[in-house]
């Protein structure tokens, strides 16, 4: 998978391939092996050239970015799936808009029902890919009126996961 990697505002292009805990990933030209594991939600543990890090991330559905702290540091990032750009808009959403998934995942939690009523940005659905948990917000305010997934699902890149009017 194709993707950019914003870290403290610069990108990064990142093509990466994943077996089980095993992730090939070519950032910027250079490859790396890495063996990550989650031994708990939104903790993970990453092994890179025989050294161990660990690595705690914290979501930020209102802007759309993780805190990640590792070792002494906290370093601001974002995740850009490469098919997502140009759809990018400054307008407000308006009219029906569906929550897709970003990429390929799991869904760990439905957090809104049916009827709900949602801000922009708030959190509707939390979809686990490449051993990181994402939450994924309203795109308006509005109502949840529909919820096409149950936790535990495996959804593909682009899956409608929900529908906000």
């Known amino acids: 998978m194709k993707l950019e990697l914003e ?29 990550i594991m989650s031994p708990s939600p939104n903790v ?26 590792v070792v002494n540091q906290v370093i601001t990032t974002k995740i850009v799936d490469h ?3 140009g759809h990018k808009t400054d307008k407000v959403a308006s009219g029906t808009q ?9 869904v760990v939690q439905v957090l809104k029902n049916v009827g709900d009523e949602v801000k922009s940005g708030e959190g509707v659905i939390i979809v686990e890919a ?5 939450e994924l917000g309203s795109p308006k305010n509005g109502i949840v009126t529909a919820i096409k997934v149950k936790p535990g699902q495996n959804v593909v890149s682009g899956e409608v996961l929900a529908i906000i009017e």
């Open 98 to 106: 569906p929550i897709s998934a970003p990429m390929p995942g799991r």
């Open 7 to 35: 870290i403290e505002s610069k990108t990064f292009s990142v093509d990466w391939e994943q077996k089980n805990d095993n992730i090939t990933a070519t950032i910027d030209g250079t490859s790396y092996e890495l063996v």
């Open 130 to 134: 490449m051993k990181m948990q994402n």
């Open 83 to 85: 098919r997502q750009r």
């Open 44 to 69: 993970y543990t990453l092994l890179l050239n025989n050294k161990v890090y660990e690595l705690a991330i914290e979501p930020n559905p209102l802007t759309n970015t993780n805190q990640v702290k």
